[in-house]
Every structure is written in C-alpha cells, then in structure tokens.
C-alpha cells in the first residue's frame, strides 16, 4: 500500500513544515482528488490556515467519520496514534521508480555526444 492509499483511507496524516508545502499539498489535495475541506467547503491553497500549528501542522483526510480534510497537529496525530509523513514524500510518490525508463545507447549517445 503506498502512502497515497493509506492518506486516501484516514490512515496517515501528512506533515506541512511550511507555508509554501502546506499550499503545494493542498493544491494536490484539490486538483488531483478534488478532495474537499471536512465542511464541504472546497479547498483553497491560499488559506492553508499553516499560521496556527506552524511546523506542526498536519492534515488528514477521512479520519473516523469524516469525509473530508481536516488540519490538526502532529503532537494530537501521534497521540491518537495516527503516523505522520512529510508531504513531499506522499507527493513524490507520484514519480515512482516504476514509471522510470532508463536512456537507449542510442539516447545516451545523443545527449553525450550530440551524434
């Protein structure tokens, strides 16, 4: 299971350990799962509300009975026994090793030699 999975399921939250991170994540959370605030309000990454838990802010999403993005912080995450991962890791999961492609002989020629 990949943390995009476990975040998807309420399983993990994710760590913002800075305003622009909080705002890139909540951008993915809207424009790649249209995932939505707990309220149903949409999510907009320029109200990251980051300011109140600074580098402790995290987000979950569907924790218990919720169906949508809740924000809290990583000491309250841990209590309740939630994992925390950074967000670029959930985010570089998207570039998988898997979806790698290693150059040609003839590629890497080209771009070593330009012939």
Not at 22 to 35: G, H, N, S, T, V
Not at 53 to 80: C, N, P, V, W
């Amino acid at each position: 299971m990949t943390y995009i999975d476990e975040f998807l399921r309420g399983k993990i939250a994710v760590s913002c350990q800075t305003e622009e991170g909080a705002a890139k994540f909540l951008r993915w959370c809207k424009d790649e799962y249209d995932i939505k605030w707990n309220g149903g309000e949409a999510i907009d990454e320029n109200y990251t509300r980051w300011k109140e838990r600074k580098d402790q802010m995290t987000y979950i999403y569907g924790l218990g009975l919720s169906t949508g993005l809740q924000f809290g912080s990583a000491d309250y995450h841990r209590e309740i026994g939630v994992d925390i991962v950074s967000y670029n890791e959930i985010l570089g999961e998207q570039y998988s090793d898997a979806d790698f492609e290693p150059a040609s002989d003839e590629e890497l020629k080209l771009m070593l030699f330009g012939r």
